[in-house]
């Protein structure tokens, strides 16, 4: 009884390794062909009277009018601002949707739709193409994020890419803190705090992407 049981779990893996590259396969086939985007990350609790998510959607239309589609989370709050922004610009509108237990329904601002069962294969969607990261204010997953993304561009893994933090206000205790901890107790380098930018104005978030190495061209970033 205890070798079919592990057969029927080594069965299920294998299963699941397939579901999982097909993730992979539609989102690497799919996104490779949009053109340049921004990735724009942020609390999918943001209320439509908080006075970040009207900063979104100004950030997503400048993003497209600078030629770049948007791609968001695809949820509510600032993922939807992102949208409804690139929409308004009459841009691409792009949503990597993710299936949670307590189901996450798409914004209706969203023109292209990936639906995603694995947390990772969509981290991977959201890096791997894109020519610049902007992070809203968020909770616990628009921090892990952030630092996600600092981290795959302090360790080479994937190359260095434009990453902007919107929100001085909300951000300045966080690195005040990472300065007076991190950096002083060298958990960090000096160079590392030079890994991203921190601004209320999107303009000059869209004029730093746009200084990225290759910024129009569709790069895959990952080694």
């Not at 943001?46 to 770049?68: I, R, S």
């Not at 601002?81 to 996450?104: H, M, R, T, V």
């Not at 739709?113 to 894109?130: A, S």
């Amino acid at each position: 009884m205890a070798n079919n049981n592990l057969s029927a779990v080594g069965n299920d893996d294998t299963w699941r390794i397939f579901r999982i590259m097909a993730e992979f396969v539609e989102g690497f086939e799919t996104l490779s062909r949009v053109g340049p985007c921004i990735t724009i990350f942020g609390s999918a609790r943001t209320q439509k009277d908080n006075p970040y998510y009207a900063l979104t959607v100004e950030l997503a239309k400048q993003a497209v009018e600078n030629g770049f589609g948007v791609i968001t989370g695809g949820g509510p709050g600032i993922m939807e601002a992102a949208n409804e922004g690139a929409l308004l610009a009459n841009g691409k509108s792009i949503g990597l949707n993710i299936q949670l237990p307590f189901e996450q329904m798409p914004n209706p601002h969203v023109k292209l739709l990936l639906n995603f069962k694995h947390f990772f294969c969509r981290k991977v969607m959201f890096l791997k193409y894109t020519s610049g990261v902007v992070i809203m204010p968020g909770g616990f997953g628009t921090l892990d994020e952030m630092f996600e993304t600092l981290t795959l561009v302090q360790t080479n893994k994937i190359i260095r890419l434009p990453l902007v933090l919107m929100g001085e206000a909300f951000w300045h205790g966080l690195f005040e803190w990472v300065n007076a901890v991190l950096l002083r107790n060298a958990y960090i380098d000096t160079i590392d705090l030079s890994l991203f930018t921190v601004t209320d104005d999107p303009k000059e978030a869209i004029a730093i992407i746009n200084k990225g190495k290759d910024a129009r061209k569709v790069l895959a970033n990952f080694a």
